[in-house]
């Protein structure tokens, strides 16, 4: 079968090449990929700039269909339509997974980094890690689900927004518009988004076309002015940070009022970042680091699409083959797309 290749280290190194099919464990499923979507962490490991074994099958926003069942499943059936959480070989036994925290387990290696990932023909994952697909939503659709998690997971979950609060979220790529939107649906009173120069090319007029309720460009507006302005000079309730950039991450400190709320979602370029740590300190910030989702998130998501809440449509902007990922791959670092997804 084909499968998308980070062969080694380094910048580049992916291939379009054939790969045997994967053989299932007794408590693992084989499924059939029909869609996985391209993530900013592809491109980071194009660029060799996340953590990653080589050689590995990367992609990790998936959908597809059960084709083979191991020994031990039950509760699931030939041609059921899933997606799948990401804490492939999480232990089971300690702390975090005794407490529905499998996605911080020290023994997690997620798909498409450090187990052989989506952008192929079938993938095998535990049958622990299974949520079923709405009927309603197609596999192209589904494939939003993974990032929504991870969105739903930081901001709703760790973090909280509460009906009522105005929420700022910092970078408008995938993650930062459904974010923005999820906080207008859980009862945000208004919700400011921004981006650059590049990302009115497509997120920034995606931005407005949803009807977030301020959509800045940071390039040319002042957006420390137009966030005390709508404040009244307090500061918003919650802080998203989703751009990875480091002036954002340290603007986010500034940006949240007396005793408000940051959530860390970005992935900057480097380790150590400088934040301005008395300031939040002494207005009493809380602060929320996050990173991937865990089974609540799935479930919220997949009510959220299921009642027309949260659309996939709205934020996937160009679907095609697999063959196609140097086109895909482009477009989702140039900005000219929200969300690529590739078929198989």
């Not at 929504?148 to 970078?171: K, N, Q, S, Y």
């Amino acid at each position: 079968m084909q499968a998308l290749v980070k062969t080694e280290r380094g910048v580049g190194h992916l291939e379009l090449m054939e790969v045997p099919v994967p053989q299932i464990a007794a408590d693992e499923v084989l499924i059939r990929v029909r869609a996985c979507g391209i993530c900013g962490s592809d491109l980071k490991i194009y660029d060799d700039q996340h953590p990653y074994t080589a050689p590995v099958t990367i992609g990790h926003e998936f959908s597809g269909e059960i084709i083979e069942l191991g020994a031990a499943v039950s509760g699931w059936s030939l041609g059921d339509r899933v997606v799948s959480e990401q804490h492939t070989r999480a232990c089971g036994r300690c702390r975090q997974c005794l407490t529905g925290n499998a996605f911080a387990c020290a023994s997690k290696r997620a798909p498409g980094y450090f187990e052989n990932g989506a952008f192929t023909e079938m993938i095998k994952i535990p049958a622990w890690l299974l949520h079923r697909i709405p009927a309603r939503l197609g596999y192209v659709e589904a494939a939003f689900s993974e990032p929504c998690a991870v969105a739903a997971h930081g901001m709703l979950e760790r973090t909280g927004i509460f009906p009522e609060d105005i929420v700022l979220v910092l970078g408008c790529g995938p993650i930062g518009l459904a974010a923005a939107r999820m906080a207008q649906v859980v009862g945000a009173s208004k919700v400011i988004i921004t981006g650059v120069d590049r990302d009115e090319k497509a997120r920034l007029p995606m931005a407005r076309r949803l009807g977030i309720d301020a959509v800045v460009n940071t390039t040319k507006s002042d957006l420390h002015e137009l966030v005390m302005d709508i404040t009244g000079g307090q500061g918003v309730d919650v802080v998203v940070e989703l751009s990875g950039a480091a002036s954002a991450i340290s603007q986010a400190f500034r940006l949240a009022r007396r005793l408000g709320k940051v959530c860390i979602l970005g992935q900057p370029p480097v380790d150590e970042m400088t934040i301005p740590y008395r300031d939040a300190l002494f207005r009493a910030l809380t602060v929320s680091f996050s990173y991937s989702s865990k089974y609540t998130s799935w479930e919220r998501v997949l009510s959220l699409f299921e009642r027309d809440m949260l659309r996939p449509t709205d934020f996937i902007t160009h679907v095609m083959p697999l063959t196609d990922w140097e086109h895909g791959f482009d477009l989702s670092r140039t900005g000219d797309a929200v969300k690529v997804v590739l078929t198989m």
